[in-house]
T-cell receptor, first 112, second 117 residues
């Protein structure tokens, strides 16, 4: 079945540092999304990408949809303590009514 | 505008029992999907409802079933609970794209954490 491989699994960084995480797939997706989940909460959409090669920003977050349509990355610039959480990439499978295939997540810890 | 709300937030069941989880979708959203999130994993798609009908299903056995009501709220029912069913169950609502598919832009509730003993 479809699988998304997300790396790294966890990151421990200092406040102010930049962060980069990526996601690869064995299958092509036409839509890539990045979600963030904090403890006790459901995932919250950060960025949605709809076109191969697309580069989209949301504040300090920037994400790109890979040209091959099999990968995506997320960058966070100048990290702050509230960036702490688990970041998930997701590919949209238009079969099955449009289901999201999630990666395993990257857990981000930010030291003040 | 109210967001997605789920109930109960936590519950404990024993093997073989049945459970019903409930979800109210965000105002204006008529598509509801359910995901299972095991500890340390990403969410896994269970099924999706649009206009009160199931229009997509993941790799889950038939003892996982659901309903969507005319007000777009939804229920997830799990029969014959197994230990591996212990997880966070997430409900998400969305506005539909073309032909009832979703765009991937989901609004998740806080989840119902189920523990099966």
């Amino acid at each position: 079945g479809q699988q998304l491989n997300q790396s790294p699994q966890s990151m421990f960084i200092q406040e102010g540092e930049d962060v980069s995480m990526n996601c690869t797939s064995s299958s092509i997706f036409n839509t890539w999304l990045w979600y963030k989940q904090e403890p006790g909460e459901g995932p919250v959409l950060l960025i949605a990408l709809y076109k191969a090669g697309e580069l989209t920003s949301n504040g300090r977050l920037t994400a790109q949809f890979g040209i091959t349509r099999k990968d995506s990355f997320l960058n966070i610039s100048a990290s702050i303590p509230s960036d702490v959480g688990i970041y998930f990439c997701a590919g949209l499978d238009y079969n099955q009514g449009g289901k999201l295939i999630f990666g395993q997540g990257t857990e981000l810890s930010v030291k003040p | 505008e109210t967001g997605v709300t789920q109930s109960p937030t936590h519950l404990i069941k024993t093997r073989g029992q049945q459970v019903t989880l409930r979800c109210s979708s965000q105002s204006g959203h008529n598509t509801v999907s359910w995901y299972q999130q095991a500890l340390g994993q990403g969410p896994q798609f269970i099924f999706q409802y649009y206009r009160e009908e199931e229009n997509g299903r993941g790799n889950f056995p038939p003892r996982f079933s659901g309903l969507q009501f005319p007000n777009y709220s939804s229920e997830l029912n799990v029969n014959a609970l197994e230990l591996d069913d212990s997880a966070l169950y997430l409900c998400a609502s969305s506005s539909p794209g073309l032909a009832g598919t979703n765009t991937g832009e989901l609004f998740f509730g806080e989840g119902s954490r189920l523990t099966v003993l």
